[in-house]
């Protein structure tokens, strides 16, 4: 059942499933806010990915919306959509940064960079983080793979699982839910291994030495309306930056698998 949404209510629109780093932190935000006088809820669409949040947020004048939105994201929809329209840009709060990692059916036969040719791969829809880094491997290997454009990485993952599809990328801290569908890593894109999963062998390890030093981490933003109340604006952004430092960088790791803005 839906939660009932006051007029004054805070709604942080969620592009991913509960649990992800993202809806994490978003209930810890809420519970934050509420405890500060700005009652607030928390919605998952576990379907659609970042676009479709933006879209909510886009065209949802009449309450306090927010959503969370990457780089990719937000760079396809403010220059293919509406440039500098409806999505509130110039705020962006950095949730925090986290690092990416190929996956794929844990009975591939990976073998390099020559597995990448000729493959296909799940994104979480056009112009999503994961369709421009695919693109960006696709490119660097010379491997012509093959893109098939899913309405977010839940439904990507499941065709992955099925061997339909043979490669996604999603983030690190997803690796046990995709562990519970038979999905495994296979490299992190990064110069170093994650401190948070430290047997993920770096791109380097696996022989694919073009990506260095490309993908070291990504970020997960806050986004509203370009409407937001401009008074409450301001506070949430104090109440979040609070919010955060409220933990140590080591306890905002152990709580929520990223690392914090500073």
């Known amino acids: 059942v ?32 509420t405890q500060h006088g700005h ?54 709060y950095p949730i925090g940064w986290n690092q990416w990692v190929v996956y ?13 040719n000729r493959a296909s791969y799940a994104s979480s829809g056009i112009g ?3 369709h421009l880094y695919f693109a960006k491997i696709s490119q660097d290997l010379n491997a012509d793979m093959i893109h098939l454009p899913y ?11 099925a061997g339909r599809v043979t490669f996604m990328i999603d983030t690190a801290q997803s690796r046990e839910r995709l562990a519970g569908l038979g999905i495994k890593p296979l490299f992190i894109l990064s110069n170093q291994r994650s401190p948070f999963y430290a047997n ?17 981490y990504s970020t997960l933003y806050y986004v509203m309306n370009a409407n937001f109340d401009p008074v409450l604006k301001r506070e949430i952004i104090r109440l979040l930056d609070q919010h955060n430092h409220q933990f140590s960088p080591a ?7 990223v690392i914090r803005p500073k």
Do not use: C
């Open 200 to 216: 993920i062998p770096t791109a380097r390890e696996v022989g694919i030495r073009s990506l260095e030093g490309m993908y070291d």
């Open 251 to 257: 306890e905002f790791e152990q709580k929520f698998g």
């Open 128 to 130: 999503s983080t994961s």
């Open 39 to 92: 009652e607030t809820i928390v919605v998952n669409s576990t379907t659609g990915g970042g676009n479709l949040a933006l879209d909510t947020v886009a065209n949802d004048r009449n309450s306090n919306t927010i959503t969370q939105a990457g780089v990719g994201y937000l760079s396809f929809y403010t220059t293919t959509r509406n440039p500098y329209g409806d999505i509130q840009t110039r705020f962006v």
């Open 2 to 33: 839906a939660p009932t949404i006051m007029a004054h209510t805070i709604k942080i629109q969620i592009p991913f499933a509960p649990g992800y780093y993202g809806d994490l932190h978003a209930r810890s935000l809420a519970e934050y806010l």
């Open 151 to 161: 309405k977010g990485s839940s439904a990507a993952a499941l065709d992955v699982a």
């Open 104 to 116: 794929s059916k844990a009975n591939t036969a990976f073998t390099g960079p020559a597995s990448f």
